[in-house]
């Protein structure tokens, strides 16, 4: 809710072509993310922590995701616990504040996107890196890069637009740019660092 209790509208512009769709194996994430200028949300004159969404209605996960018993997920991509929620999930978007994505799939499963204290990225910026129209392109991926999206892990040997399908973005506190050669992601007490084709 705005001032006065006016409704803030938080509209999703959609790109008509997902920007994995081309990718092969030498696509730069960096450059993916790029293809969205112009497709963020927009927020209209919002002073509170609750907006009104509009989404169309054929919305799927651009990467994998992780959550725990409870549907929990994390933008720090935390490891511990969690099971994969596949990317290409058909989702609905049901509400979002500024530090928090809730979203329904197909089943009726629901699920709480939360912004950790750490990420320095703007809600818009997480939801239009994991929610949009069409499945990225896979097939035309290496086989280690399908395997790894298929159990969600890094293996030795993928691109870095296959280490994000499978793992979504690293957290941008300990990994900054895209464009380095280690990306550190949380796990079980220690720092997964991948190194493989980075």
Known sequence: MGPNGAHCALLVKVMRKNPFESCNDGCNPTAVMNRWAGLLLVVLGCGGGSYVVETPDNLVLQTNLRAD???IMSSVQRWSATRVVPVCTPVRILRVSR???RFEDQAGNRYRYILHRST???VEEHINRYFGQGCPNTQQM???D???IQTGQA???MTKTGVVLA???PPEHRTPTLDGPVWTYWG???LHRNRSAL
């Open 167 to 169: 793992l979504g973005y």
């Open 155 to 157: 293996l030795p040997g």
């Open 69 to 71: 018993a409870r549907g």
């Open 99 to 101: 530090r928090e994505i």
């Open 142 to 144: 290496s086989a280690v």
């Open 120 to 122: 320095r990225l703007p």
């Open 188 to 190: 079980q007490r220690k």
């Open 146 to 148: 399908q395997q790894g």
